[in-house]
């Protein structure tokens, strides 16, 4: 079965990048699916930040838009999140999560998460 | 943009209880509401999709109802492991609501 593992820092400075993979193991990253990323910090709860299809299509939150990136690497099996100009706000526990569009239509395999803290 | 709001935020119940948590939507999405459980330390599983359909997996005492902006999920009888932090989602950006968290009285 298909399993999601966050990596990347664990600790990123103030105005840098944020910068995180997740490798899908179990299957293939070119399906039907879309692969996403959402964070959860205290303060503002559960939020998605992007999500990407194989061949490199990229749906981004509004909210986030200017700041992100997400891509794919079709051979290493894995997406990965870069976010840009980081704060404080930014701290948090990072998820990687595939999206089912055809039978859930939901987020339906999600990472162990990785915490990410943004601090000098 | 779409905001969900839940409540109650904290319900406080006993093992073999029924728990009843609410989700309310800015604007009609119909029958499209996830539901989500998290325990402490994990990610989040899927529950519930089309607001009223089992994920695979997930025991019968979950149960999801509503459509158009009022939705609901039951748990009918708790087991000590329900005791968790339960999300709700809709499509729109994928947005979630702040969350209601069972805990054991």
């Known amino acids: 079965q298909v399993q999601l593992q966050e990596s990347g820092p664990g600790l990123v400075k103030p105005s840098g990048t944020l910068s995180l993979s997740c490798a899908v193991s179990?299957?293939?990253?070119?399906?039907?699916?879309?692969w996403s990323w959402v964070r959860q910090s205290p303060g503002k709860g559960l939020e998605w930040l992007g999500e990407?299809?194989?061949?490199?299509?990229?749906s981004y939150n509004p909210s986030l838009k200017s700041r992100v990136t997400i891509s794919v690497d079709k051979s290493k099996n894995q997406f990965s999140l870069n976010l840009s100009s980081v704060t404080a706000a930014d701290t948090a526990v990072y998820y990687c999560?595939?999206?089912?569009?055809?039978?859930?239509?939901?987020?339906?395999?999600w990472g162990q998460g990785t915490p990410v803290t943004v601090s000098s | 943009e779409m905001v969900l709001t839940q409540s109650p935020a904290t319900l406080s119940l006993s093992p073999g209880e029924r728990a009843t948590l609410s989700c309310r939507a800015s604007q009609s999405v119909s029958t499209y509401m996830v539901w989500y459980q998290q325990k402490s330390g994990q990610a989040p599983r899927l529950l519930i999709y089309d607001a009223s359909k089992r994920a695979t997996g997930i025991p019968a005492r979950f149960s999801g109802s509503g459509s158009g902006t009022d939705f609901t999920l039951t748990i009918s009888s708790l087991e000590p492991e329900d005791f968790a932090v339960y999300y709700c989602?809709?499509?729109?950006?994928?947005?979630f609501g702040p969350g209601t968290k069972v805990d054991i009285k």
């Open positions: 179990g299957g293939s990253i070119s399906t039907t699916n879309w």
């Open positions: 999560a595939r999206v089912d569009y055809f039978y859930y239509y939901a987020l339906d395999i």
């Open positions: 989602q809709q499509r729109s950006k994928w947005t």
């Open positions: 990407i299809y194989h061949t490199g299509s990229t």
